[in-house]
């Protein structure tokens, strides 16, 4: 991201949520196989999902089950 990087935009939207009025759905899609950061988007409560690139059509079903 040319401004901020996921993170510092999860940072953002934690700061804003109060201000928007609809339900955002958050999901992470990431390079990033760093256990890490796994474990700080599984702690976010405003991300619901977090998968490695590339992603498969089997990746969205099993997250769509997940929620």
Same mark, same amino acid.
């Given at each position: 991201?040319?401004? +901020? $990087?996921?993170?510092?935009?999860? $940072?953002?939207?934690?700061? +804003?949520k109060e201000q928007i009025n609809s339900k955002l759905n958050i999901y992470i899609s990431s390079s990033?196989?760093?256990i890490e950061d796994r474990e700080r988007a599984k702690n976010n409560p405003n991300i619901l999902g977090y998968t490695c690139k590339p992603i498969s059509l089997e990746d969205l079903k099993k997250s769509q089950q997940l929620n």
């Open positions: 991201m040319p401004v +901020l $990087d996921g993170w510092g935009f999860m $940072d953002e939207i934690a700061h +804003l990033s196989i760093a």
